[in-house]
């Protein structure tokens, strides 16, 4: 599955999006752990992220379906 990501995370990977591999059944805690693995440099951000799963913002419990548009969603902060 490709992983969009916007804001500080694209800066933080270094990359607009990331290819990964879950098993079958794997959650939006499981994708959160495999981009951790991948950059651990996210790690800060990825803690305060939202995950969209389909268009839809999901909780770490939710199935991640194959094929599933996936994006991170870092914090807005402005002034």
Known sequence: MI?????????LAGAASIHL???DG???????????LRHPGLAPL???????????FADDSAVVPD??????IPPVSGG
Request: glycine share 4%; hydrophobic share 55%.
């Open 21 to 23: 591999n879950l098993p």
């Open 26 to 36: 794997a959650t939006v805690a499981d994708l959160r752990q495999a981009l951790l």
């Open 3 to 11: 992983v969009q990501l916007f804001a500080g995370a694209r800066e």
């Open 67 to 72: 094929g599933a548009e996936v994006a991170v």
């Open 46 to 56: 990825l803690a305060r992220s939202r995950i969209a799963v389909d268009r839809e």
